[in-house]
């Protein structure tokens, strides 16, 4: 069995808004597409189109209608909409790591993110009945167990911009839902966010301590009223300069 390291140099991991993500599943598609094209198997796909199409997906969102609780000023408040993305949580006691019978699973010391060693991987599928959240999936095609790496081959990579050295889902997610960052820094973005937003452990009660986080919807009808028409209708400039300046005196002229 997998040892856990007592501690990590760094903890990696997301922070996900349940405020403001759309469901547009753009996270979901460029998981798949990075995660086939660069690091390890490929993510495979059964009778794609098919009556009965399958694959391995790293990164799933559900959707989920939720009815917020009674107020004094609302007694029936109308039902809201949640998006739920849902991947690895690179746990702190991740039990997919201790449990596996070959040491394929393991947490690295330096950012804590957990990996899979394929070619250890025998895909006996312990590591996903152990997962309390269903993040572990068995890819059919290579018979090896895969999970979120946290674009670990996109992350520390010199090759790209610094701008893209991040999971390809934060940074293809068109709404800012999804942030990365060191957990371990209090002073890093993620933490900043989660202790200003009220960031949630998923199923606390495993015991598991996830590092990654989820930041809660926010009731709509708490929100300011914003006009729409607001950023229209107000003059662009009382007292236009340069150009429009010159011409605005001029056709006052005529």
């Known amino acids: 069995m997998t040892q856990l390291p007592a501690n990590t140099e760094r903890k990696l991991g997301l922070v996900i808004d349940l ?15 990075w995660n086939t094209e660069n690091y390890g198997a490929p993510l495979s796909d059964q009778d794609p189109y098919g ?6 997906f790293l990164n799933r969102v559900h959707s989920y ?21 849902k991947s690895c949580l690179h746990c702190e006691d991740a039990p997919c790591v201790t449990v ?7 947490k690295r010391v330096e950012d804590g993110i957990v990996l899979v060693n394929e070619s250890d991987c025998i895909g006996c599928g312990l590591c996903a009945w152990a997962c309390p959240y269903g993040a572990r999936e068995k890819d059919e095609a290579e018979g090896v167990m895969k999970k979120c ?18 999971p390809t889902c934060v940074r293809t997610c068109p709404s800012g839902a999804r942030h990365f ?15 200003e937003r009220g960031g949630m452990d ?7 301590r996830p590092v990654n986080k989820y930041l809660p919807p926010r009731p709509k009808d708490a929100l300011p009223e914003i ?22 005196k001029t056709l006052e002229k005529l």
């Not at 009556?51 to 391995?56: E, H, I, N, R, V």
């Not at 209608?65 to 993305?85: D, G, N, R, Y």
């Open 65 to 85: 209608e939720v009815q917020p609780l009674a107020t004094s000023s609302k007694v029936q408040p109308p039902a809201q909409l949640i998006h739920f993305p």
């Open 100 to 106: 596996c019978p070959t040491g394929a699973s393991y």
């Open 51 to 56: 009556s009965a199409p399958s694959g391995t």
């Open 202 to 208: 998923l199923m606390p009660e495993q015991g598991t």
């Open 181 to 195: 960052g060191d957990f371990a820094d209090p002073d890093s973005h993620v933490s900043r966010l989660t202790a």
């Open 149 to 166: 790496t946290l674009c670990v081959d996109r992350i520390y990579n010199e090759n790209l911009e610094e701008v893209d050295r991040v």
């Open 19 to 33: 405020d403001t993500c759309v469901g547009c599943h753009a996270c979901v598609i460029s998981c798949k597409g």
């Open 227 to 248: 006009d729409v028409l607001a950023p229209y209708l107000a003059p662009v400039d009382e007292t236009p300069g340069g150009f429009l300046g010159w011409l605005d």
